[in-house]
């Protein structure tokens, strides 16, 4: 007997009740199972079951239990899916099935494979069991499931599955079992695919109709999988639900939200209401017929109404919308009577809105301009934050006085360093929707050069100090994130007149560059290559007919002091010579030659063999080191048979020519180095190459000869 629902129990909990149940004996459990069962079963009758909860259920009666046969009929018989079936099941309830103490009993077996049979229809993928066709076919010598698998069979026999070998089998099955009607019907089947190949008596005989096993049971199912259809599309966030006016369901209890929802009672007969449309189409052909809601404002929360006023835009309805804003926000602040709770929601459907317009509303600007001075830098701090990134380009003196400097001194009034780590990347999503706000101009703003690099000078002053309170490599990747933004602005080619090419401080380049994290190093690479196709766009030769506004000019000291960044990389990494100052623009990475010569000595007193500029080249480097060798044991691996030794490590230029001799992997030092890149590359850790080979050119020829 079925016991009444229990909406206060989930299925999920229900399940998990059960499946801990399942696996004790009936005298130790604390809980009767049958009513646990019994409530499942009702759960999975009256809403279907969700993908997971029908994996957790399967895998109750596909592995050793301690279930009665009738509990687990009762289970199989109320497995309603409320989505199709994925593939991961089909395999779990085939893998159940066939001989063995931990399997199933075939009685459990037979009613696994009549629901497989009821759910066929709704599979995600028919073709797994077509996969599976041979798993099932080698079972058909038990006679006990052999109704279900020759059912089974029949609905997914194709003609690449008749083989000479199967109908064989079939046929000495079939004589063994005098003519069993599921072997005819499944021999018939085959038949229809090679009717000159199977003759004789084999097809004779009764032979079983293979239809739907209950009727009632996939009725209900198709009900079930209907409702979820339907509940899913209601139950869709806004966004989602593009052409269909957005309804929210009303609770006892639940406080109406402060936005109205788009209702028309102005509609003449000849005109169609929003709330009429329900899908793509219908909305294309009435567009020009559609009435405008009572309450435009409702477009902040309604995606059907923010297309709708996209497509037909005017100022006035700006113009209305804005009002309506401002009324509220001016409410707000001079009462007392809204809350938190609604003012945030307000905020949180003002950041979807603008994150569909790409624009901030003035009236909710004003706003934040006049709540943050007040505001605790904690309370929804991610909506907050999400909104002012999308301000307008103004000058960077106005912005920062009006806007930005209460925002830091909100944010960082409590936890500073996270409040930094949240500042710099609020700076870079300011970024990124300046980038597309410029994009969209079909002219310059006059104020965007000069902004836009002071918002750059601001953002590296505030990476130091992050780098200083902090070394962890979530904090690094912010920073990078930010640099990364720069980057992409700099190179884009439409923006490359419009934004000045502002270098990282020296101090974030090493610090970041003598980091443990390959990533880290990997992505400062890339960046700093980025940088460098920037300057020579910017310092190549322009055309004689180009306008002043196309044209950049950097001093030269400026470039050469980021051209010292590119040759500090390279003497660490590439060439051996870290630390180095001797060679053109080089800077040493900033170290004083006091603390390089103590460096060089304690070194040096170590092993004599090594060197302080060679410690950061990829052999001996804590970050390249593993990749390196890694690299060369891929190569020996490779050759086993052609070498008597292998390297011990780390390599060196001298070490590479005494191998050589011994026997070992003939590999040149350049080769070597080269090769360590292309690995890296394809380690994902491409960033390093990226530079290497934008710095030095002659390496671009050399790699595209190693791959040739």
């Known amino acids: 007997m079925v016991t009444p629902l229990d909406d206060s129990e989930s299925i999920s909990d229900l399940i998990g009740d059960l499946q801990k149940a399942a696996t004790k004996p009936a005298k130790q459990r604390t809980t009767k199972i049958s009513v646990l069962i019994d409530k499942v079963c009702s759960k999975a009758y ?43 099941i089909v395999i779990k309830v085939v893998g159940g099935l ?28 028919q073709r797994v069991l077509s996969q599976l066709y041979s798993v099932l076919f080698n079972l058909l010598d038990s006679s006990t499931l052999r109704p279900q698998l020759c059912h089974v069979l029949s609905l ?43 003759v004789g008596e084999v097809t004779s005989g009764r032979a079983s109709v293979f239809t739907h096993p209950n009727q009632e049971w996939r009725q209900r199912l198709g009900e079930i999988q209907e409702l979820h259809i339907q509940k899913t599309q209601d139950g869709l966030p806004a966004e989602k639900r593009t052409f269909r006016v957005a309804r929210k369901a009303s609770a006892k209890g639940r406080k109406s939200s ?25 909305f294309i052909q009435k567009l020009e017929k559609i009435e405008p809601p009572n309450q435009l404002v409702a477009v902040i929360s309604d995606p059907l109404l923010q297309k709708f006023l996209q497509l037909r835009s005017s100022e006035s309805n700006a113009r209305r919308v804005d009002s309506w804003l401002m009324a509220f926000f001016e409410d707000h602040l001079q009462s007392s009577h809204t809350g938190e709770r609604q003012i945030l929601e307000m905020l949180e459907a003002m950041l979807g809105y603008t994150r569909h317009t790409k624009t901030l509303p003035s009236a909710c600007l004003t706003y934040l301009r006049s709540m943050i001075p007040t505001w605790n830098g904690v309370a929804g701090r991610e909506v907050v934050v999400g ?7 103004e000058s960077w003196e106005d912005l920062y006085e009006s806007t930005f400097q209460p925002l830091e001194d909100a944010l960082l009034e409590d936890d500073v360093t996270t409040g930094q780590l949240a500042l710099l990347t609020f700076y870079k999503s300011l970024l990124d929707q300046w980038m597309v706000f410029l994009l969209s101009q079909p002219r310059s703003i006059q104020e965007a050069q000069a902004t836009i690099t002071a918002l750059v000078n601001h953002a590296s002053n505030l990476s130091l100090t992050i780098i200083q309170n902090t070394n962890t490599v979530s904090a690094h990747s912010t920073i990078l994130d930010f640099y990364e933004t720069t980057a992409a602005l700099i190179t884009h080619p439409t923006l490359k007149p419009i934004v000045r090419i502002t270098i990282p401080p020296a101090e974030v380049i090493y610090s970041l560059l003598f980091t443990t994290s390959l990533s880290t ?31 950049q000019s950097y001093p030269k000291d400026y470039v050469n002091h980021f051209n010292g960044y590119l040759m500090d990389v390279c003497n660490c990494f590439w060439r051996s010579r870290a630390f180095n100052t001797s060679d053109p623009n080089a800077l040493g990475c900033l170290l004083p030659p006091d603390v390089t010569q103590a460096l060089g000595q304690y070194v040096a007193g170590l092993d004599t063999n090594l060197s302080l500029p060679s410690l950061f080249s990829f052999s001996y480097s804590l970050v390249f080191s593993s990749l390196a060798i890694a690299y060369v044991r891929d190569l020996e691996d490779s050759a086993e048979d052609q070498i008597d030794r292998r ?62």
């Open 46 to 88: 009256a809403d279907g079951l969700s993908n997971a909860s029908l994996e957790q259920l399967v895998d109750i009666f596909t592995r050793p239990n301690e279930l009665d046969q009738s509990s687990l009929g009762n289970l199989i018989r109320n497995l309603y899916p409320a989505t199709r079936v994925p593939d991961i």
């Open 98 to 125: 066939g001989h063995g103490r931990l399997k199933p009993s075939y009685s459990v077996q037979a009613a696994i494979l009549k629901w497989l049979i009821m759910v066929y229809d709704v599979l995600e993928d």
């Open 156 to 198: 997914i026999t194709r003609r690449k599955h008749v083989r000479p070998f199967r109908i064989q089998a079939l046929m000495e099955l079939t004589r063994q079992g005098g003519n069993e009607p599921p072997l005819v019907g499944l021999m018939r089947v085959y038949k229809d695919y090679y009717p000159d190949v199977i």
């Open 258 to 282: 402060v936005l109205p929802q788009v209702y028309t009672s102005h509609a003449q007969e000849t005109s169609v209401t929003l709330e009429e449309i329900e899908d793509v189409h219908k």
């Open 387 to 393: 909104l002012l990134a999308y301000i307008p380009i």
């Open 521 to 551: 190093v990997s992505r400062l690479c890339a960046i700093l290559a980025l940088y460098k196709k920037a300057f020579e766009h910017a310092m190549a030769p322009k055309p004689a007919n180009s306008s002043v506004q196309d044209q």
């Open 647 to 708: 390297h011990a490590g780390p390599v060196t230029q001298n070490s590479l020519r005494l191998l050589e001799k011994d026997g070992g992997l003939r590999l040149a030092w350049a080769d070597y180095k080269l090769g360590v890149l292309t690995y890296m590359e394809s380690q994902g850790a491409a960033g390093v190459g990226e530079l290497m080979y934008n710095t030095m050119k002659h390496l671009m020829t050399a790699r595209e000869k190693a791959k040739v």
